[in-house]
């Protein structure tokens, strides 16, 4: 059976987090619930998912899903069912009736799609792969005429983006992926995205890691940008009970821009 999806799982205390009633447990349940090694099932190697070419390989059909499901992580419903809506809701344009909101590694899901139908309409989806990109203009040409699609690199925003354009960047386990091409690309990544939001836009993360993997990736941007950084969880949509499946509970790190740059210690 396949090993796609497991996180590690806190074991700290949570202090400090908000939306309590999403918890994890502090022990013992998750722990029990991983497969310890060497209990006769095959490992998988999984994929590079920072490489270009794996998604190339997925988005034109040359590889197959099992490793990278359409819907990545978490469906809009599921976003909705947590409240957490409330962050597009709370970032109005003052030049405008509604968010404008960056899709950071849109891919090929609904989710944003879904969104449009739901009242926000100010949508740009970023990818490096043209090919999805095309699919998804051809996809909601018709339906959501509105909905705009721009190839480009996470990490490297600066000819296709301009600084505070966006009241919300959206990453729906983008910095996982990128986490596979190391520390230097997820901070690329966090300070372009410092670069493109407005002052009091918010940054929505949401993310397999737990705080000290993906709040740290976060926070260690590229050029010394300053990000206040909030934890919420919420139960796996997609957990099917199995020790070797997704995980129980996925995080979303809540990220505002602070003023200046860190100093240098």
């Not at 619930?33 to 998912?49: H, I």
Request: aromatic share 8%; proline share 5%.
């Amino acid at each position: 059976m396949l090993r796609i999806l497991n996180i590690q799982i806190l074991t700290t205390a949570m202090a400090g987090y908000m939306d309590d009633d999403w918890l994890p447990p502090s022990g013992s349940e998750e722990e029990q619930e991983r497969p310890e090694e060497g209990d006769g099932e095959a490992d998988v190697v999984l994929p590079d998912y920072g490489d270009v070419n794996f998604w190339t390989e997925v988005y034109t059909h040359q590889r197959g899903r099992e490793l990278a499901p359409q819907e990545w992580l978490l469906s809009y419903q599921h976003f909705c069912a947590q409240g957490w809506r409330r962050f597009f809701d709370a970032a109005v344009r003052a030049s405008g009736p509604g968010p404008r909101i960056l899709d950071l590694g849109c891919g090929d899901a609904d989710f944003m799609s879904e969104a449009y139908d739901d009242g926000y309409q100010d949508i740009t989806g970023v990818d490096i792969v043209e090919e999805v990109l095309e699919t998804m203009r051809q996809k909601n040409a018709t339906q959501r005429p509105n909905m705009k699609y721009v190839l480009a690199d996470a990490c490297d925003l600066t000819s296709t983006l301009e600084a505070k354009d966006f009241d919300v960047v959206f990453d729906k386990s983008t910095l996982d992926a990128l986490k596979c091409r190391g520390p230097e690309a997820t901070g690329r990544m966090s300070s372009e995205v410092h670069r493109i939001l407005q002052d009091d836009g918010v940054y929505l993360c949401v993310s397999l890691n737990p705080p000290e993997d993906a709040q740290s990736a976060i926070e260690s941007t590229a050029h010394g940008e300053r990000w206040e950084v909030e934890v919420l969880v919420c139960e796996n949509e997609n957990y099917e009970g199995r020790r070797d499946g997704p995980p129980k509970h996925l995080y979303m790190y809540v990220a505002r821009k602070q003023q200046g740059k860190a100093e240098c210690t």
